[in-house]
C-alpha cells in the first residue's frame, strides 16, 4: 500500500512541485491544482481500499490535501469518517483526540457548533468501557475545556445577519456610532500598521472607498496599534479619510475583545439594514460586494 501512496504522492504533488517553474501563474493557484489532483487521486484509492481510512499516512495526506483546496466539508466528513470506524474500548486515548479535536475544531469553524457538542457527548458514550478509564476521562475533559474555549470565542464573533455596535470617539474626534449609519454600507475593518496582510489589502479598501463613497459606503476602522503617533502618521502619509477607534491596547482593544478577533486583517460588511453582509473580503472581491450592496 505505501509503494502505490508513493506513486499516486508522485504523480499528483511532489513529483509536479518540482517542475513548477513550468507552469504559469502564482505558486497559490498552481499548488491548489495539484492539490485537487491529489484530492482525487486518494478519494478513488480510498473508494477501492475502504480499510485505507485507519491509515493514518494515508488519511495525513489526504487531509492536507483537502487543506490547501480549504475545503473544510470534506475535512469534516473525513474525520467524521475515520470517528465512526474506530473501535472505542481498544484505542488509545491520545489517537482519539487526535481525530476528535480537528473535527471538532473544523465544525466550530463551520459554524456548526451545536455538531461539535454532540461529538463530544457522542464520545463520550462511545468510551464508556475503555480499557483505560483514567486516561480516557482525563483526554476527554480536556477536549471539553478546549472546546468551551474555542465555542466562547466562536460566538463572540459576529455572523452573517447578525448586528453590531460600535460606538466611539475617534483619533481624529469624530464622534462615529454604527447605529446611525444605517441605510448605508459600512466596513468594519480590524487593522494595525505592523500588520502587513493589512498594509496589503489598504489598496482594495481605498479603491471601494473611492468608487462608492458619493454611493453611500463608509468604512470604520479599529486600530489594534499600541503607538499612537505611529498610527498618526501613518494615517496622515497614506492621506486615510476614514475615522479610526484608537485605544492603545492593542489586542486587549475593547472592540477587538468584545467580537472575539484573533487574527486581522478582519472585516465586516454592514448592509444597509444594518446586519452583517459579509465577513473577510478580500481584493477585488470587496469592491464587488459593496457594489451588490449599495442602497438602491
Not at 480510498?46 to 485505507?52: E, F, G, I, M
Amino acid at each position: 500500500m505505501i509503494l502505490i501512496m508513493n506513486k499516486i504522492l508522485l504523480h499528483t504533488g511532489l513529483g509536479l512541485a518540482l517542475c513548477s517553474s513550468l507552469f504559469a501563474g502564482k505558486a497559490d493557484e498552481i499548488a491548489k491544482k495539484h492539490a485537487v489532483a491529489k484530492a482525487a487521486d486518494l478519494e478513488a484509492y480510498l473508494k477501492a481500499n475502504p480499510k485505507s481510512i485507519q491509515d493514518a499516512y494515508f488519511i495525513q495526506h489526504l487531509l492536507e490535501a483537502y487543506a490547501l483546496t480549504n475545503n473544510t466539508k470534506k475535512r469534516i466528513a473525513l474525520l467524521q469518517k475515520q470517528l465512526d470506524n474506530l473501535n472505542f474500548p481498544e484505542t488509545q486515548p491520545n489517537k482519539i483526540s487526535g481525530i476528535v479535536e480537528p473535527l471538532i475544531r473544523h465544525k466550530i469553524k463551520a459554524g456548526d457548533q451545536l455538531g461539535a457538542k454532540k461529538i463530544l457527548d457522542t464520545v463520550r458514550k462511545k468510551s464508556e468501557g475503555h480499557k483505560r478509564p483514567t486516561e480516557m476521562n482525563q483526554a476527554l475533559s480536556n477536549l471539553a475545556t478546549r472546546l468551551e474555549q474555542q465555542l466562547e470565542q466562536q460566538l463572540k464573533i459576529p455572523n452573517l445577519g447578525e448586528t453590531m455596535e460600535v460606538k466611539f470617539t475617534s483619533l481624529q474626534g469624530e464622534k462615529v456610532d454604527l447605529a446611525a449609519m444605517k441605510g448605508k454600507v459600512v466596513l468594519i475593518d480590524f487593522w494595525a500598521t505592523w500588520c502587513v496582510p493589512c498594509i496589503a489589502e489598504l489598496p482594495h479598501v481605498f479603491k471601494a472607498y473611492e468608487k462608492y463613497h458619493d454611493q453611500g459606503f463608509e468604512v470604520i476602522g479599529i486600530s489594534l496599534d499600541t503607538d499612537k503617533a505611529k498610527l498618526e502618521k501613518f494615517i496622515k502619509d497614506r492621506k486615510m479619510p476614514w475615522p479610526q477607534s484608537f485605544d492603545g491596547k492593542g489586542w486587549r482593544t475593547e472592540l477587538v475583545a468584545k467580537y472575539g478577533i484573533k487574527n486581522v486583517p478582519a472585516t465586516f460588511l454592514i448592509g444597509p439594514d444594518g446586519t452583517v453582509v459579509a465577513t473577510n473580503l478580500r481584493g477585488d472581491h470587496l469592491v464587488e460586494t459593496v457594489k451588490k450592496h449599495l442602497p438602491k
